[in-house]
Every structure is written in structure tokens, then in C-alpha cells.
């Protein structure tokens, strides 16, 4: 079935680092990829998204490019806050499913230190 | 709109008593899902409604789970009986189909701790 891959967590930045999280996938089809946050507390909230092949997502200065010859969708960042710190969750849309379903990973924590 | 909204925020029960969740979505949205979230396993979906109809079930775990979505606004996640075990964190999320793409709205979350 469709699945999606993080890498583990948690990470650990100091202010003003660069910021990646690894995100593979594997699914049948053309899914549609995004990344979600959960800050502490809070429900799950949506990030950035891309829909097609090659296609950047962008959103409060992360970037994610869908690349489909690597099933990757890894989440950057060129200056990380201490706000960032949070739970970032990597899904795809299910192309075979019906509707909205989406398949999320297990999450990554990112902690940045001030 | 408020967003989604779930009741109670919290709860602690003891184990043999029913548990209800209550979710309001986003007016509007035709699609509603039930998620539940532990260190263990993740986010699992467990249903999901369409249109007031449920469309996936085969993420509810036992028969002590059952859903309902009685009208547009109302969504209500039964346990009955709870068992210790079932302490998690339950979404409540809806969307539009039409809005593309995907985009769930997530309420704040019902944390669940069955003793």
C-alpha cells in the first residue's frame, strides 16, 4: 500500500541553521505531497503542498520540491527560529483511494535552540 | 469560521466506561476524518465520512469503536468499552473535495486517558 517515510527525529538546531527533513514515498499513481506541522498542543496544520512532478511548495520561508524520480519530498529551510520548533509531518494524498485520504509519516520533531 | 472544533479537550475515564468524542467540522466541507495519535504508531486514520456517509472504516480498531455522522455539522467517536489502550490523541479533520488538493483542517484534539 502507500506509504511515507520520515527521518527519525528529533532534530536538534541552533538558531539560523539550515533546516532539511528527508521525505520518500511510495504509491501507485500521482499523488498529491504535503507537509503539515503540529506545534505543541495544537492540531496538525497544513504547511506547504505540491500536486505534480517538479512542482515547489512554499510557505513562511519552507520549501519542498516533489521530485518523482526519487519519490522524495524533502522539507528546507534556510534559517530556522526558535518558533519552528514543532512536529512536521510529511503525506500524500491516496491517488487509488477515494477523495481527500491522506497517508501521513510517522513525524519528525525539530527543536531549535536560541 | 472558528475551524474545527472538538469536545472535550480532555478526558479521563476509568476503564469499562464509555467514552463519546464530539467534533464539529468546518461549515460546508463534505469530508470528515477521525485520526488518533500515539507515540507508538503515529497518526492512523481510523474513519472517514463523505457527505455524512462513511466511506472507509478499516482503520477502527475493534467493534468498541463506532462513528456517526448524524447531520453535516455533528460527528460524534464512541468507545464503548474503553480500555487503557485507547489512551491517545483524537483528530477530528475535514475538507472541501472541491478546494483540490487535499488541504484537511485539523481540530485542536481530544487527549484521551483511560485509567
Known amino acids: 500500500g502507500d506509504s511515507v517515510t520520515q527521518m527519525e527525529g528529533p532534530v536538534t538546531l541552533s538558531e539560523e541553521a539550515f533546516l532539511t527533513i528527508n521525505c520518500t514515498y511510495t504509491?501507485?499513481?500521482?499523488?498529491?505531497l504535503f507537509w503539515y506541522v503540529q506545534y505543541p498542543g495544537e492540531g496538525l496544520q497544513l504547511l506547504l503542498k505540491?500536486?505534480?512532478?517538479?512542482d515547489k511548495g512554499s510557505n513562511k520561508g519552507f520549501e519542498a520540491t516533489y521530485r518523482k524520480e526519487t519519490t522524495s519530498f524533502h522539507l528546507e529551510k534556510g534559517s530556522v527560529q526558535v518558533s519552528d520548533s514543532a512536529v512536521y509531518f510529511c503525506?500524500?494524498?491516496?491517488?487509488?483511494?477515494?477523495?481527500?485520504?491522506?497517508?501521513f509519516g510517522a513525524g519528525t520533531i525539530l527543536r531549535v535552540k536560541s | 469560521d472558528a475551524g474545527v472544533i472538538q469536545s472535550p479537550r480532555h478526558e479521563v475515564t476509568e476503564m469499562g466506561q464509555e467514552v463519546t468524542l464530539r467534533c464539529k467540522p468546518i461549515?460546508?466541507?463534505?469530508?470528515l476524518f477521525w485520526y488518533r495519535q500515539t507515540m507508538m504508531r503515529g497518526l492512523e486514520l481510523l474513519i472517514y465520512?463523505?457527505?455524512?456517509?462513511?466511506?472507509?472504516d478499516s482503520g477502527m480498531p475493534e467493534d468498541r469503536f463506532s462513528a456517526k455522522m448524524p447531520n453535516a455539522s455533528f460527528s460524534t467517536l464512541k468507545i464503548q468499552p474503553s480500555e487503557p489502550r485507547d489512551s491517545a490523541v483524537y483528530f477530528c479533520?475535514?475538507?472541501?473535495?472541491?478546494?483540490?488538493?487535499?488541504?484537511?483542517?485539523f481540530g485542536a484534539g481530544s487527549r484521551l486517558t483511560v485509567l
Open positions: 503525506a500524500l494524498s491516496d491517488p487509488g483511494g477515494y477523495g481527500n485520504k491522506l497517508v
Open positions: 465520512f463523505n457527505n455524512n456517509v462513511p466511506i472507509d
Open positions: 479533520a475535514s475538507s472541501l473535495y472541491a478546494s483540490g488538493a487535499n488541504v484537511l483542517t
Open positions: 505540491a500536486t505534480k512532478a517538479d
Open positions: 504509491a501507485t499513481g500521482y499523488p498529491s
Open positions: 461549515s460546508g466541507h463534505d469530508y
